[in-house]
T-cell receptor, first 115, second 115 residues
Framework: DAKTTQPPSMDCAEGRAANLPCNHS???????VYWYRQIHSQGPQYIIH???NNETNEMASLIITEDRKSSTLILPHATLRDTAVYYC????????????????FGQGTILTVHP | DAGVIQSPRHEVTEMGQEVTLRCKPI?????LFWYRQTMMRGLELLIY????????DSGMPEDRFSAKMPNASFSTLKIQPSEPRDSAVYFC?????????????FGPGTRLLVL
């Protein structure tokens, strides 16, 4: 699986957009980009995933560069409750093969949202 | 749905004692994962079940650790004998299918302290 690189920490003002970058320069064509987050003392929570197109859901937007070597998770209007560790994970999704949804978590980015 | 249920939420035991952690996955989910989280090693996968069958136990640290899934609604992770270095937060997660496109839903975790 491709390795990901994330900044160890970031700050954001409440109400502003939080843009969390992730580098995955060794990503291959069949690997998806996934984002999970972990709020203190809770289990990780799925946010969003994508392959090559930009994706948006009720929680966030995912922007993947055209060469797919990096991506950005965008929380459009950060709140204090978005303070968490954000994990960017790259993994093959081989629905027809023997692979499975093994998630390999790195150190993530600690996002702190300030009032 | 109640989500993934884990028990106990907290466990304090003495070195050498047997510890049993329990997990009830979300109803209808066919895949179950056990993770361990420590400050030093982060979040790491221990074992994965699909349709109650262990598929990948390569993350189980040693023979002191064992996991079972006797039916679709219950799994246990046992440590015998426990050691102080086993102190960690243990998460159980489940997903509908084993492919990564399916979201993994995490439980609240069991915080284990081995004295």
């Amino acid at each position: 699986d491709a390795k990901t690189t994330q900044p160890p920490s970031m700050d954001c003002a409440e109400g502003r957009a939080a843009n969390l970058p992730c580098n995955h320069s060794t990503i291959s064509g069949n690997e998806y980009v996934y984002w999970y987050r972990q709020i203190h003392s809770q289990g990780p929570q799925y946010i969003i995933h994508g392959l090559k197109n930009n994706e948006t859901n009720e929680m966030a937007s995912l922007i993947i560069t055209e060469d797919r070597k990096s991506s950005t998770l965008i929380l459009p209007h950060a709140t204090l409750r978005d303070t968490a560790v954000y994990y960017c994970i790259v993994r093959v999704d081989n629905a027809g093969g023997t692979s499975y949804g093994k998630l390999t978590f790195g150190q993530g980015t600690i996002l702190t949202v300030h009032p | 749905d109640a989500g993934v249920i884990q028990s106990p939420r907290h466990e304090v035991t003495e070195m050498g004692q047997e510890v049993t952690l329990r997990c009830k996955p979300i109803s209808g989910h066919n895949s179950l994962f056990w993770y361990r989280q420590t400050m030093m090693r982060g979040l790491e996968l221990l074992i994965y079940f699909n349709n109650n069958v262990p598929i990948d136990d390569s993350g189980m640290p040693e023979d002191r650790f064992s996991a079972k899934m006797p039916n679709a609604s219950f799994s246990t992770l046992k440590i015998q004998p426990s050691e102080p270095r086993d102190s960690a937060v243990y998460f159980c997660a489940s997903s509908l299918r084993p492919t990564l496109s399916e979201t993994q839903y995490f439980g609240p975790g069991t915080r284990l302290l081995v004295l």
